[in-house]
């Protein structure tokens, strides 16, 4: 099963939206609700963000918010702050896991 | 609090065999699926295999299939990679994840995760 493909990197600054893509196809992204972000510091374990396409774990800011429409998947990050650079990887199950290859934010 | 602590990783030739572990806290252990997923360096991650809360069901990817096997002992709340012929293309730090409840699919806990070198 192929990589979903992300942006490679996306930028904004402080208070500003950002939009992260993550595209796959009919059998992964789209073929059910089982998408998830994580976000990754540099050098730290990966963090859930959004689970089932839109949803936000306890303790996660509401700032952060996902969506899908067909075979692409999308986190959008409002209100930009400096602590939100990361990387920022999508994950699919449909049978099997695949994740995105990752995109790094840059705060300006 | 849920925690998730591996160990086990270090530097091995090519064609070596290494163990990893992680011993998991803070929650019923035997009631949750349980993944190996690793990062190669500067890569993006990888699932790599996981295994059900009673042991009875695991999954590889086809990059591991034949060379890891993932086991638990739910009496010691510890999860286990046997990682055999080791390739270069093996190094990653590897993370134990534990998957979401029965009924839908994420990864909510990471562990720290434990780097494994493959080299000569």
């Known amino acids: 099963q192929s990589a979903l493909t992300q942006p490679r990197s996306v930028s904004g600054s402080p208070g500003q939206s950002v939009t992260i893509s993550c595209t796959g196809t009919s059998s992964d992204v789209g073929d059910n609700i089982y998408v998830s972000w994580y976000q990754q510091h540099p050098g730290k374990a990966p963090k859930l963000m959004i689970y089932d396409v839109s949803k936000r774990p306890s303790g996660v800011p509401d700032r952060f918010s996902g969506s899908k429409s067909g075979n692409t998947a999308s986190l959008t990050i409002s209100g930009l702050q400096a602590e939100d650079e990361a990387d920022y990887y999508c994950?699919?199950?449909?049978?099997?896991?695949?994740f995105g290859g990752g995109t790094k934010l840059t705060v300006l | 609090e849920v925690q998730l602590l591996e160990s086990g990783g270090g530097l091995v030739q090519p064609g070596g065999s290494l163990r990893l572990s992680c011993a998991a806290s803070?929650?019923?252990?035997?009631?949750?699926?349980m993944s190996w997923v690793r990062q190669a360096p500067g890569k993006g991650l990888e699932r790599v295999s996981g295994?059900?809360?009673?042991?009875?069901?695991?999954k590889y990817a086809d990059s591991v299939k034949g060379r890891f096997t993932i086991s638990r002992d739910n009496s010691k709340n510890t999860l286990y990679l046997q990682m055999n012929s080791l390739r270069a293309e093996d190094t990653a730090v590897y993370y134990c994840a534990k998957k979401s409840v029965p009924g839908s699919y994420y990864f909510d806990y990471w562990g720290q995760g434990t780097t494994v070198t493959v080299s000569s």
């Open positions: 803070g929650f019923t252990f035997s009631s949750y699926t």
């Open positions: 994950c699919s199950y449909a049978g099997s896991w695949v």
């Open positions: 295994i059900s809360g009673g042991g009875d069901t695991t």
